[in-house]
Structures are given as structure tokens and as C-alpha cells.
């Protein structure tokens, strides 16, 4: 299993980046994943990543890509309910990418 | 999305929600499923109610509770989960003993609608027939 460090703590994650446990999660650890991305987090970015910890919390799942583009558009603004925006935000993937600085597993059925 | 033939497709659950890993299976095909946008519906017989009830807490057997996913189903427009009345009764349940499961529906300014409908043996059975594809948990 692989770590990685942040703020002097040794965190485990899986072979693809995502963390193993959810309640390692921190802001600090979300900017650190970023960065192995080479993302710097923006308002826009914590947006999505806050949204998606509140659906996994009241829901015990991450979203579908397609899910997650319909709930932002009714939550945040139509302007941004839509995948144009989200891919740009996080380009390799809204589910994919955005889940993993969020601490949460993969989207169920994201391959 | 896609563009083609719309099937209709039901879930049969039959069993209780842990000590097997069928119920979580289910639910996570439905989820995955969902994508192809087909005609989707749940049934929940025999022990499967068990999948439903309210207030399940998994604390003491060290896995997930995975019951506030059903109120994920209708993000996923899977709106109909039917649940069969005689199973209920024959473990001594009744629909108050579910957790309250809802949809919102678009079509009339997100209204919060109830995703469970309570069917009664032969109305589950005629529901059953109409059905292209049955997947049994």
C-alpha cells in the first residue's frame, strides 16, 4: 500500500491515488492530491469537491458523472450543471478526479 | 442519450440486506446500470423487504450501511420500487416500518414523491409479466 505525506502524517492510499480511508480527509490533503495532478484549487474547485462530500455523506455514494452534472446545475447554478464546465475544473474527469481530492472512492461503475 | 430500444428491466431482491453480499450487488448493478437509460424498477420480496426497513445500523457487525443509497435511485430516475405487501405481513412489518424513500420529480418543480408503491402478491406477479428482463438477487 502505497503513502503519502502530508503535514508530517503518513496517509494510506490505493494503487490509483484515492485515499483508504475517508476520515484521513482534510483540506490540506485535497490541495496535496491536487497538486500530484498539477491542479491548483480555486472557489470553483471546492465547490464541487464540498458537493460531492455532502452527497456521499447523506448518500454513502460517490455520484455518476451524470448525476453529479444535473445536482450542481439545481445546487450552484445552471451555468455550471453542465460537463463543459465541470471537464474544466477537473480534466481528468469530474467523477474521477474530483472524487479523489474529495477522499472518496471511485464513482461506482466509473472504469 | 443513447438512442435505441428501451427494455424493461426489474431487480428482483429476495434477501436480507447483510450477512450475504446480494442486496449490496444489487444496488450497485442498478447504479451502474443506470447508465443505459432503460426502464428500471426494484422489487423487494420475501426477505428482501428487510432491505428497506428504517433504522438500520451496522455498527456491530463491521459493514456499511448502505441503506441511505435508495434515496440516491431517483438522481438515477429509478422511481419504482415496489414492495410486496404479503412478504411484509408475514414477517410482521408494514410500510411504517420502512425508511421513506423519494424521488423528485422535475416534471412538476422537483415535488417530492414517494419512490416505494406497497403491491399486493398478484399485482407484483402481473408486474413481473410485462417485464423484458427479470435479474434476480
Redesign the interface.
Known amino acids: 500500500m502505497a503513502t503519502i505525506s502530508v503535514g508530517g502524517k503518513d496517509i494510506e492510499v490505493d494503487e490509483e491515488g484515492y485515499l483508504v480511508n475517508l476520515s484521513d480527509w482534510s483540506k490540506e490533503v485535497a490541495a496535496f492530491l491536487a497538486g500530484q495532478d498539477e491542479l491548483e484549487l480555486s472557489d470553483a474547485h471546492w465547490e464541487i469537491i464540498d458537493f460531492l462530500r455532502e452527497y456521499y455523506d447523506e448518500y454513502q455514494i460517490a455520484p455518476a458523472v451524470r448525476v453529479l452534472t444535473k445536482a450542481v446545475g439545481k445546487k450552484v447554478g445552471k451555468d455550471k450543471g453542465n460537463s463543459k464546465y465541470l471537464y474544466e475544473l477537473f480534466p481528468y474527469g469530474p467523477g474521477k478526479q474530483a472524487c479523489r481530492f474529495a477522499g472518496l472512492p471511485k464513482p461506482t461503475g466509473c472504469i | 442519450?443513447s438512442e435505441g430500444v428501451i427494455k424493461k428491466f426489474m431487480y428482483v431482491n429476495r434477501k436480507p440486506p447483510y450477512g450475504t453480499v446480494y442486496a449490496l450487488e444489487s444496488l450497485?448493478v442498478v447504479?451502474?446500470g443506470?447508465?443505459f437509460d432503460q426502464d428500471v424498477s426494484l422489487a423487494f420480496i420475501g426477505d428482501g423487504v428487510y432491505q428497506l426497513t428504517a433504522g438500520q445500523s451496522t455498527g456491530g457487525i463491521g459493514m456499511?450501511?448502505?441503506s441511505?443509497?435508495y434515496?440516491?435511485l431517483g438522481?438515477?430516475d429509478i422511481t419504482k420500487l415496489y414492495v410486496e405487501k404479503e412478504s411484509l405481513e408475514e414477517r410482521g412489518l408494514a410500510i411504517d416500518d420502512l425508511m421513506e424513500v423519494v424521488y423528485e420529480d422535475e416534471d412538476e418543480d422537483?415535488a417530492e414523491k414517494p419512490s416505494i408503491r406497497l403491491v399486493s402478491r398478484a399485482e407484483l406477479a402481473d408486474i413481473m409479466a410485462e417485464q423484458d428482463v427479470l435479474l434476480n438477487f
Open positions: 442519450m450497485e447504479l451502474i443506470a447508465a456499511k450501511n448502505f441511505p443509497t434515496n440516491a438522481d438515477y422537483y
